[in-house]
């Protein structure tokens, strides 16, 4: 099918969805189709989202959504899931086969979920099996009350080494919020204070120090690229498992642009990722595993999650066999390129960048230089329709709720299409928007974090500028809905 008549298809099958959904609930129909409006209309620059195809789209809304099937495939707890084994086979195959992976499991929901999946695998493998076995127990069914306590305390007892949240760093990364900051004792490595870059060997030295079971690597708002080989040598010289979170950047894996020690797949014993990120998927989570884990790793449900989400699994596998085409690695070689012209459209214009730079898909923007905080900057941005999320810089003075940061992703607007030029654009818009903006004070006259006035005609300028980039790359081209 040539991408026409794909569009119509995809045109009459939303139509037609859309009009069965309007008859149940017209209002829930009417913001489906509001939204894709309002995608269509701003500058989405939000490193964590992107727009999936219509083909993994529409995957989603499908039977496989009404069935249970709790277990690993071919071994579940309930009959009729010879489909759910099917598509749950197809989406770890495309994984492996992409990432060059020994093991795939498709079935956690989200991020959060891969990463309490891998926590998990790991207590399991370094502490559970091995306690089991000294107390002559196959599985916890089989220890006495004291035992049973004896090991819950041992599993409840371990260390965790993860970025910083300021550095940027996961909450999942053992913080407090997060359940990872409860069930391990946890210690944090940070950046430099003077480069934001990461620091090998204070990294060595903390871990030398803390004598961590898990090294967790990855980020979420960190703009620079990881050596994971040295990550490894870290974690073996303190005979840590090395987990590596890609959920940012697994598209960037996917479409190798990241290779070599900038590939964690062949360097940690367990990877995690989401799918809707730069790779572009559903919304989902993935873990990928050496051997020696795949067995700790497949306990996942009923360990910690609930029936597999049979339609997402899907649509993941949808997801990852796109992924695994040429034009992936051309798509994501541009998201790096992209955001090389958009750091330097605002190093250009006199901006400050945390790191001076980029060499993955995030930019992050320090707006103090603007004097304003975060929250100032992401609500004077998104009055222009230009969308993005406010967040900490290392050290951040404002906190992590007002913070000094906007990050910025390049994965959504490359696959509209945009290119350098078209970034270098969308840093001259920001930064009229910027330095257009004013802090404002509180009903008490009092410096205020939040508020903020915005010059007068700039939004209305600078949507009308913006409007004739999103015209010229619309959002999924030739839909269109009636
Ligand atoms: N890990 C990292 C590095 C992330 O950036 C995120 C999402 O922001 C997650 C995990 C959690 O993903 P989810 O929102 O799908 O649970």
Same mark, same amino acid.
């Given at each position: ?80 899931? @010879? ?32 990463? $309490?999946? *891998? ?10 099996? #091995? ?20 090991? +819950? ?11 910083? $949240? ?16 409860? /069930? ?28 961590? &079971? ?10 620079? +690229? ?19 979170? /890609? ?18 797949? %062949?360097? *940690? ?9 730069? &790779? =572009? ?20 449900? #009923? ?5 597999? &989400? ?22 994501? @070689?541009?998201?790096?390129? !992209? ?9 250009? =214009? ?9 060499? !993955? ?85 009092? %410096? ?15 949507? *009308? ?18």
């Amino acid at each position: 099918m040539n991408d026409e008549t794909l569009a119509k298809t995809a045109s009459s099958a939303y139509d037609a969805a859309l009009e069965v959904i309007a008859t149940v609930e017209p209002r829930i129909a009417a913001a489906t189709r509001q939204e894709l409006a309002d995608q269509r209309a701003s500058l989405k620059l939000i490193a964590s989202e992107n727009y999936a195809s219509p083909a993994v789209l529409l995957t989603m809304g499908t039977w496989f959504s009404d069935k249970y099937a709790e277990g690993t495939i071919g071994h579940r707890f309930y009959a009729g899931c @010879q489909n759910v084994d099917t598509v749950e086979s197809v989406a770890a195959e495309h994984a492996r086969e992409l990432f060059g992976a020994p093991y795939a499991y498709a079935q956690p929901h989200s991020g959060i979920d891969a990463n $309490l999946v *891998a926590y998990w695998s790991i207590l399991a493998h370094h502490i559970e099996t #091995p306690g089991l076995a000294k107390l002559g127990a196959k599985n916890v069914n089989e220890l006495s009350e004291a035992d049973w306590e004896s090991l +819950r305390a041992e599993l409840g007892n371990q260390r965790l080494l993860g970025m910083s $949240l300021d550095a940027g760093g996961h909450l999942t990364h053992g913080f407090r919020p997060n359940i990872s900051g409860k /069930m391990f004792h946890q210690q944090q490595y940070g950046t430099d204070p003077d480069t934001g870059l990461l620091d090998y060997d204070v990294v060595r030295a903390k871990a030398r120090e803390f004598k961590p &079971l898990v090294l967790v690597a990855g980020y979420s708002a960190y703009p620079r +690229r990881i050596d994971f080989a040295r990550m490894r040598e870290i974690a073996d010289e303190v005979g840590a498992t090395l987990m590596v979170d /890609m959920a940012h950047f697994a598209g960037l894996v996917a479409g190798k642009v990241f290779t070599g020690n900038e590939d964690p797949v %062949p360097h *940690a014993h367990v990877v995690t990722t989401t799918t809707h990120k730069s &790779l =572009r998927g559903p919304r989902g989570g993935l873990v990928l595993a050496q051997e020696e884990f795949a067995a700790d790793v497949d306990r996942g449900c #009923p360990m910690v999650l609930g029936g597999p &989400l049979s339609h997402v699994m899907a649509a993941k596998a949808v997801a990852l066999a796109e992924a695994r085409q040429p034009a992936f690695r051309t798509y994501a @070689q541009s998201i790096a390129d !992209n955001a090389k012209s958009l750091a330097e459209g605002f190093l250009s =214009r006199g901006a400050t960048l945390v790191t001076g730079g980029t060499d !993955n898909h995030i930019v992050l923007l320090d707006v103090s230089s603007f004097g304003l905080t975060g929250r100032q900057a992401e609500s004077a941005l998104l009055d222009a329709g230009v969308v993005t999320n406010r967040n900490s810089v290392p050290a951040d003075p404002n906190g992590a709720w007002y913070t000094s940061g906007i990050r910025l992703g390049t994965p959504a607007l490359t696959t509209r299409g945009f290119g350098a030029t078209e970034f270098d654009k969308v840093a001259e818009l920001m930064v009229q928007v910027l330095s257009n903006t004013q802090p404002g004070t509180t009903s008490a006259g009092a %410096p205020s974090k939040a508020s903020y006035q915005l010059a007068d005609g700039v939004a209305d300028r600078v949507k *009308a500028e913006s409007a004739e980039l999103l015209d010229a790359h619309p959002l999924y081209p030739g839909l269109d809905l009636a």
